[in-house]
């Protein structure tokens, strides 16, 4: 099987190369790893310690965040390595200040396995919830490097857990230690005889918690929203109320924009779509009635008054979760079509009650907090119209929701915590 495996990577990797000449994601996603292994050579001594963490794509980054600054406090004289798979995490983080060294991951191939960890050579090595390449984890078994699955999550339905799947669960003996989100997750590892596994829970709300001790503060959301101060207590009433928008594709925005050209002047919008391509803003802002502006007009002209607009359009990335702290409710795209939900819990640890479209069933945070109500599932534009008029006008109601989210957000805290004492033990012994 495993001979199979390298013949269609082997192949995959020319018809990627074909394909790449036809998208543009698909020609960063080949063009980027070409130059890994020289960035490698450069920028890492044999005398130097490594911590390799790897993430498919940025939602996985972003998870293992907490972790990554941990490991990089408690080790500060180790370099750490992140590598990414998709384009979306690598194009996105590529500049980030925690690790040194940030790159894509070469395809899973026996050469790259080989050679990628020789110029790595890496004391511990993390895998963030998913993605399993077999050569990647039999090079690292088989030079003994320390190798785990953070955050994990595992269903019944993937390969490891039926009948054909002895090539990925032979994949899974590579791990020295499993922590995962769920108590599922470690049934379901047990039961195929793994017993190295711990429920930790889930690092992004680590990652989010931390995010209420930065400054959160931005100046043009302050005068849009028309704030005499730089923050208000939630629990004043204010002289415009904000929903905001965040990562909406275009069925999202279908239903959104409806109520938004409906909606009262004394309420205003933020919307941060998912994709910020020029031609997609432009004809999301010329579907709006209301007095709309994009973030990018602030940046190059000159604005008399943000005050005077009722919707702003954020054309750029890596501001939504400060934008988030601003909201009086919060729309979260994605679960109205098959792209996946995306993140809740930003705007949840801020005490926000979120809406958000029927499909995230695949999703834990999102269908524990449908079930305690702090999270409203709508499926169409009536539902839309009736969550946002009654989070808008019954104010016990939206503040409730909001108390819910957040005290939902602190007591799932302390994954990266236990994570950390068990590598520190480790470390010890």
Same mark, same amino acid.
């Given at each position: 099987?495993?001979?199979?495996?390298?013949?269609?990577?082997?192949?995959?990797?020319?018809?990627?190369?074909? &394909?790449?000449?036809?998208?543009?994601?698909?020609?960063?996603?080949?063009?980027?790893?070409?130059? &890994?292994?020289?960035?490698?050579?450069?920028?890492?001594?044999?005398?130097?310690?490594?911590?390799?963490?790897?993430?498919?794509?940025?939602?996985?980054?972003?998870?293992?965040?907490?972790?990554?600054?941990?490991?990089?406090?408690?080790?500060?004289?180790?370099?750490?390595?992140?590598?990414?798979?998709?384009?979306?995490?690598?194009?996105?983080?590529?500049?980030?200040?925690?690790?040194?060294?940030?790159?894509?991951?070469?395809?899973?191939?026996?050469?790259?396995?080989?050679?990628?960890?020789?110029?790595?050579?890496?004391?511990?090595?993390?895998?963030?919830?998913?993605?399993?390449?077999?050569?990647?984890?039999?090079?690292?078994?088989?030079?003994?490097?320390?190798?785990?699955?953070?955050?994990?999550?595992?269903?019944?339905?993937?390969?490891?857990?039926?009948?054909?799947?002895?090539?990925?669960?032979?994949?899974?003996?590579?791990?020295?230690?499993?922590?995962?989100?769920?108590?599922?997750?470690?049934?379901?590892?047990?039961?195929?005889?793994?017993?190295?596994?711990?429920?930790?829970?889930?690092?992004?709300?680590?990652?989010?918690?931390?995010?209420?001790?930065?400054?959160?503060?931005?100046?043009?959301?302050?005068?849009?929203?028309?704030?005499?101060?730089?923050?208000?207590?939630?629990?004043?009433?204010?002289?415009?109320?904000?929903?905001?928008?965040?990562?909406?594709?275009?069925?999202?925005?279908?239903?959104?924009?409806?109520?938004? %050209?409906?909606?009262?002047?004394?309420?205003?919008?933020?919307?941060?779509?998912?994709?910020?391509?020029?031609?997609?803003?432009?004809?999301?802002?010329?579907?709006?009635?209301?007095?709309?502006?994009?973030?990018?007009?602030?940046?190059?002209?000159?604005?008399?008054?943000?005050?005077?607009?009722?919707?702003?359009?954020?054309?750029?990335?890596?501001?939504?979760?400060?934008?988030?702290?601003?909201?009086?409710?919060?729309? &979260?795209?994605?679960?109205?079509?098959?792209?996946?939900?995306? %993140?809740?819990?930003?705007?949840?640890?801020?005490?926000?009650? &979120?809406?958000?479209?029927?499909?995230?069933?695949?999703?834990?945070?999102?269908?524990?907090?449908?079930?305690?109500?702090?999270?409203?599932?709508?499926?169409?534009?009536?539902?839309?119209?009736?969550?946002?008029?009654?989070?808008?006008?019954?104010?016990?109601?939206?503040?409730?929701?909001?108390?819910?989210?957040?005290?939902?957000?602190?007591?799932?805290?302390?994954?990266?915590?236990?994570?950390?004492?068990?590598?520190?033990?480790?470390?010890?012994?």
């Amino acid at each position: 099987m495993l001979f199979l495996y390298n013949i269609i990577t082997l192949l995959a990797a020319q018809l990627l190369k074909i &394909v790449a000449l036809f998208s543009p994601k698909m020609k960063l996603f080949v063009d980027g790893r070409k130059s &890994v292994f020289q960035t490698l050579a450069d920028k890492i001594q044999t005398s130097d310690k490594t911590i390799w963490f790897h993430a498919a794509s940025l939602g996985e980054y972003e998870q293992g965040l907490p972790v990554i600054e941990a490991i990089k406090q408690q080790l500060p004289t180790h370099k750490i390595v992140v590598t990414f798979f998709s384009p979306s995490g690598y194009e996105v983080r590529k500049n980030n200040t925690v690790a040194d060294v940030t790159i894509y991951l070469p395809l899973d191939t026996i050469s790259n396995a080989k050679q990628f960890v020789e110029l790595v050579h890496p004391e511990m090595v993390f895998f963030i919830k998913y993605e399993y390449w077999p050569n990647y984890l039999n090079e690292l078994k088989k030079q003994h490097i320390k190798t785990y699955l953070i955050s994990g999550i595992l269903r019944e339905n993937q390969a490891f857990f039926n009948w054909y799947g002895t090539f990925y669960r032979n994949a899974l003996k590579t791990f020295d230690y499993f922590f995962v989100q769920n108590e599922s997750s470690k049934n379901l590892l047990q039961s195929i005889g793994f017993n190295n596994v711990k429920v930790s829970g889930d690092t992004r709300f680590d990652r989010v918690v931390s995010i209420l001790e930065r400054d959160n503060s931005l100046d043009f959301i302050e005068q849009f929203k028309n704030l005499d101060s730089a923050r208000l207590d939630k629990n004043v009433n204010q002289k415009s109320k904000i929903v905001v928008i965040g990562s909406s594709w275009p069925k999202d925005e279908s239903l959104l924009v409806n109520y938004i %050209n409906q909606s009262s002047d004394d309420l205003k919008f933020i919307i941060a779509p998912h994709n910020i391509k020029q031609e997609q803003i432009q004809e999301l802002k010329n579907s709006i009635s209301k007095k709309t502006i994009l973030f990018s007009d602030v940046e190059t002209q000159l604005i008399a008054s943000l005050q005077e607009y009722n919707v702003f359009i954020i054309d750029t990335i890596g501001i939504l979760t400060k934008i988030y702290s601003y909201a009086d409710i919060a729309y &979260v795209g994605g679960g109205l079509g098959t792209s996946g939900l995306h %993140n809740i819990l930003e705007p949840a640890t801020f005490g926000i009650p &979120v809406v958000i479209g029927p499909n995230y069933s695949h999703f834990a945070e999102a269908t524990a907090l449908v079930n305690m109500e702090g999270c409203i599932s709508i499926q169409n534009q009536t539902e839309l119209n009736e969550a946002f008029d009654l989070l808008l006008h019954n104010e016990d109601e939206r503040l409730e929701k909001g108390h819910i989210c957040s005290t939902f957000v602190q007591m799932n805290k302390g994954a990266t915590q236990t994570i950390m004492n068990y590598i520190a033990n480790e470390t010890i012994n």
